[in-house]
């Protein structure tokens, strides 16, 4: 009975996730769409290192907390990207911590002037159930041992990215393996790793000289739950300065602003949601933190 309460909360508490998508949720994706899809690795001439740091539901404790630092280089002689990064992801007791590896091999389509990222991802994981941030209803509540439980997983994503200057269209399968997490008893049906679906598409309209503007959407799905998308408008200003809002088909309604200073920029954006959480948040905050090495060496500079 012991086990089955322990196995129960953390069944509760993952499909809790896998309903907000049960990956880290990220409101500035369109300025670092690499943690979505791994064909993006090389999608750009130079070396874009990106840090993002994402707290959830501000004022609930033990609300989702991420954070992410990755990069990703094209070698121009092969047509390769490699990429990767690190992340950290929380939820009140349930962490992930690990790193991922991509490559992405891009194909010119002289045809309709664009090139297609096919991308392979591999990543490893560790998953950690720290039982002592259970707050019980009766204490030293026996069915709770405050032990930590910890798995190390292995996965793997898979990408296509369709682009040029103008435009892009991208899909990516995540946590192909599906490996199930195992919490000791093994009379109880263990808890799997979902497989997550995206879809991007978006275009750069040019207003003027120094006007553009990019509506974009992003497609969330699994087999389980249903699918969920992002209405996204961001409007830039001489490619140094930008403006956005977006809004997700969950009740969630973000705010983007930022600034790009030579090879630097900075971007943050403020989520609101107008769902019953309002009541217990003060919204969510992003920031993100960029670098573009060696940007304008061979074809100028870009916001991607």
């Not at 991420?66 to 990429?83: C, D, E, K, V």
């Not at 930590?148 to 899909?171: E, H, R, W």
């Not at 799905?221 to 408008?233: E, K, L, R």
């Not at 969950?250 to 030579?262: P, R, Y």
Request: hydrophobic residues 40%; aromatic residues 16%.
């Amino acid at each position: 009975m012991k086990k089955l309460i322990v196995i129960f909360t953390a069944f509760v508490l993952l499909g809790f996730g896998v309903k907000a998508q049960q990956l880290p949720l990220y409101s500035q994706y369109m300025m670092n769409a690499f943690l979505l899809n791994p064909a993006i690795a090389g999608s750009v001439d130079y070396f874009p290192v990106r840090l993002t740091a994402r707290q959830q539901w501000v004022g609930i404790k033990g609300a989702p907390s991420t954070q992410a630092i990755s990069g990703h280089y094209l070698f121009n002689n092969m047509n390769f990207g490699l990429g990767g990064y690190l992340f950290n992801d929380k939820f009140g007791p349930i962490s992930r911590t690990g790193i991922q590896v991509c490559g992405a091999y891009h194909i010119e389509l002289a045809g309709i002037k664009s090139k297609l990222g096919i991308g392979l991802a591999l990543k490893a994981f560790q998953f950690k159930f720290d039982q002592s941030q259970l707050v019980t209803i009766e204490t030293n509540d026996p069915a709770v041992n405050h032990g930590i439980i910890t798995q190390v997983v292995p996965d793997a994503d898979f990408g296509l990215y369709l682009y040029n200057s103008k435009y892009f269209v991208g899909m990516a399968a995540t946590q192909l393996v599906q490996l199930n997490l195992d919490f000791g008893d093994s009379a109880v049906d263990k808890n799997q790793i979902i497989r997550h679906y995206f879809a991007t598409a978006g275009y750069k309209f040019s207003l003027s000289d120094k006007f553009e503007l990019e509506p974009s959407l992003l497609f969330k799905s699994t087999f389980t739950t249903p699918m969920q998308i992002d209405f996204n408008v961001k409007a830039y200003y001489d490619k140094s300065y930008w403006l956005g809002v977006s809004y997700r088909s969950s009740k969630d309604i973000a705010i983007m602003v930022g600034v790009k200073f030579q090879k630097f920029y900075i971007g943050y954006a403020f989520d609101y949601t107008t769902s019953h959480i309002k009541d217990y948040s003060n919204g969510s905050h992003e920031i993100l933190i960029g670098f573009n090495i060696k940007e304008g060496a061979n074809k100028g500079s870009s916001l991607l």
